[in-house]
T-cell receptor, first 116, second 113 residues
Framework: DTAVSQTPKYLVTQMGNDKSIKCEQN?????MYWYKQDSKKFLKIMFS???????INETVPNRFSPKSPDKAHLNLHINSLELGDSAVYFC???????????????FGPGTRLTVL | RKEVEQDPGPFNVPEGATVAFNCTYS??????FFWYRQDCRKEPKLLMSVYSSGNEDGRFTAQLNRASQYISLLIRDSKLSDSATYLCVVNSAGGTSYGKLTFGQGTILTVHP
């Protein structure tokens, strides 16, 4: 009964490769997010989708491409991986309720990406 | 200037101590404020929302001062299980309605016996 799940949990790959991280939520939320947490532990938003529509797109290299096939899934594809992409990537979800956003975001367990 | 700034610590306190964390934010249009907790190698989880009137949840008290753009968290009677990183979080979407959360870098707390 996991609320927000991500796969894989760990990802070790070589520079230049292309990889994907998958995220699914079973909370019935309509908004999903991708965050990056770097080695200094700063958590920064990358993207947000609401009902499969991109609503937040921070300054992220275009090697990163999110895809939302439906509102329960938000995947992250990364092309031409670089050393600096090594980080923990968290997926999260939240819900629009009664004319306002409920700011509570539920996070997945994270995907620890290591680029060699 | 960072949008959300916290003292990274670490704070090392004995069990039973009272500890306070502070946070400042730069966007005066920010509308909602939170403390999240992140355990080592785990995901962040909401600890509590922060309201202008101040709010309390058991041993935890949060305060917001909009004029000073300052947020605080007070933990009383610290437990070993309180050891974690505490993240100050601000909804920096301003007038828009999207939940764009901006996180501080976190304050590390270690409670020892």
């Amino acid at each position: 009964d996991t609320a927000v799940s991500q796969t894989p949990k760990y990802l070790v790959t070589q520079m230049g490769n292309d990889k994907s991280i998958k995220c699914e939520q079973n909370l019935g939320h309509d908004t999903m997010y991708w965050y990056k947490q770097d080695s200094k532990k700063f958590l920064k938003i990358m993207f947000s989708y609401n009902n499969k529509e991109l609503i937040i797109n921070e300054t992220v290299p275009n090697r990163f491409s999110p895809k939302s096939p439906d509102k329960a899934h938000l995947n992250l594809h990364i092309n031409s991986l670089e050393l600096g992409d090594s980080a923990v990537y968290f997926c999260a979800s939240s819900q629009w309720v009664g004319g306002a956003w409920t700011d509570t975001q539920y996070f997945g367990p994270g995907t620890r990406l290591t680029v060699l | 200037r960072k949008e959300v700034e916290q003292d990274p610590g670490p704070f090392n306190v004995p069990e039973g101590a009272t500890v306070a964390f502070n946070c400042t934010y730069s966007n005066s249009a920010s509308q909602s404020f939170f403390w999240y907790r992140q355990d080592c190698r785990k995901e962040p989880k909401l600890l509590m929302s922060v309201y202008s009137s101040g709010n309390e949840d058991g041993r935890f008290t949060a305060q917001l001062n909009r004029a000073s753009q300052y947020i605080s968290l007070l933990i009383r009677d610290s437990k070993l299980s309180d050891s974690a990183t505490y993240l100050c979080v601000v909804n920096s979407a301003g007038g828009t309605s999207y939940g764009k959360l901006t996180f501080g870098q976190g304050t590390i707390l270690t409670v020892h016996p």
